[in-house]
């Protein structure tokens, strides 16, 4: 037995299992230990029945896509071909790596959609099983919220410092390193305790409500009504995008994407009353801003500007870099903002439905008193409201 085949196996021995399940109670999310030629040595907690019956050559070896991606001291969080997150760690002993630890296995609420885009007859063909089954197999893989991927990442990359400090022999429990990596482990602990206790406060659960309209968007997709599925997941991105945190920043590019999906509903509803033009450049598009700043004020264009009008109108949106800035601009031709719209803008103790002061407050809290939202034009023919950022944000919490 070689001195890597020894270590393994005292490894083995150690009986890991006991030592974290506890731990990884919390997340239940998959996690396996397998060695370096992609063979499974332990399950802390099973992987999806998808992922061991329909993409593994058997029960006992890893999928190719882990296979493929096995490099001595690389770790690795990637999407399968299927549209799962995965994790891909590295247990490095001795600046030696003799094993991976590998799981997660989940869709997260941006990629749950690819589940409905696996091709269930060409798999059932494939490995010669009843579609009913893998259906079922595919309809059991958990969704989670990426917070949630996030703080199981960090449970076994403490798993994994963990398991490679207690067997290397430089290092002793007294040492600073084990001692830090005890007090991650208790973070780590509260912060999903306080994530669930904030799922459980949650009148309905989300998933449930995705999960619920994905279905009957494959009604309607199979009723041949495109124009109704379409709305359904339309509506199903909007609220999903909703949940996310207030206090994060996103992309321009995502934020976008949000109100197009905004817009094309009401479209659907006001018909020929109502166009739309969103028009922002590339380089743009990556630039951060916290999330749902922008669809309050074109809702508001929309409810204030044209549909008031008989005819209805355009909203367009589009933006440009001045030097170290950016300029957002929401035009629309409409009626303009009615008169005790403007002037309670202008009075810090009215208490407008509209967004406008909470938005501009935001705004200034993370970026500074010099950006914000500005009216620029209203009248007659219709209002212009501007959102300036930097472009470089150093941002305020």
Not at 80 to 98: A, K, M, Y
Not at 365 to 379: N, P, T, V, W
Request: charged share 25%.
């Amino acid at each position: 037995m070689n001195k890597t085949d020894e270590t393994l196996k005292n490894l083995m021995d150690s009986n890991l299992y006991s030592r974290y399940s506890g731990l990884l109670s919390l997340s239940n999310i998959s996690l396996q230990m397998i060695d370096t030629s992609g063979n499974i040595l332990l399950e802390f907690n099973p992987s999806p029945d998808f992922c061991k019956f329909i993409c593994q050559e058997d029960e006992t070896r890893i999928c190719s896509d882990y296979i493929s991606r096995l490099e001595p001291g690389k770790s690795d969080r990637f999407i399968c071909r299927h549209g799962l997150e995965n994790i891909l760690l590295p247990v490095d002993i001795s600046n030696q790596t003799i094993a991976y630890l590998v799981g997660a296995q989940v869709y997260s609420t941006d990629s749950e959609y690819q589940k409905y885009l696996i091709d269930i007859m060409a798999l059932a063909k494939d490995k010669k099983l009843e579609p009913e089954a893998i259906a079922k197999s595919i309809a059991a893989i958990k969704t989670i919220e990426e917070n949630k991927i996030e703080v199981h990442e960090q449970i076994c990359n403490h798993i994994t410092q963990n398991i490679g400090h207690d067997f290397s022999q430089s290092i002793h429990t007294a040492d600073k390193a084990v001692v830090r990596l005890s007090i991650e482990k208790e973070m780590l602990e509260k912060k999903i305790i306080d994530l669930e206790a904030k799922n459980m406060s949650l009148v309905i659960n989300p998933h449930f409500l995705f999960n619920t309209l994905n279905s009957i968007a494959r009604i309607a997709y199979f009723e041949k009504s495109h124009t109704t599925e379409e709305l359904i997941y339309c509506l199903s991105d909007l609220l999903r995008y909703n949940l996310k945190q207030d206090d994060e920043l996103h992309t321009i590019g995502a934020e976008m994407d949000n109100i197009e999906k905004y817009l094309y509903i009401q479209k659907v509803r006001y018909k020929n009353r109502l166009e739309y033009e969103i028009d922002i450049a590339e380089h743009i598009k990556p630039h951060r801003i916290p999330n749902m700043i922008i669809q309050p004020i074109v809702e508001n264009a929309l409810i204030h500007g044209i549909t008031p009008k008989r005819d209805g109108g355009k909203i367009k949106i589009y933006a440009e870099l001045y030097k170290n800035d950016i300029k957002i601009f929401v035009l629309d031709n409409g009626n303009g903002f009615p008169k005790e719209v403007l002037e309670g803008l202008q009075q810090s103790e009215n208490k407008l439905g509209i967004g406008f002061r909470s938005t501009d407050k935001r705004l200034k809290r993370y970026f500074g008193e010099q950006y914000g939202l500005k009216i620029a034009k209203s009248d007659y023919s219709g209002s212009t409201v501007t959102i300036s950022i930097p472009s470089k944000p150093n941002v305020r919490r």
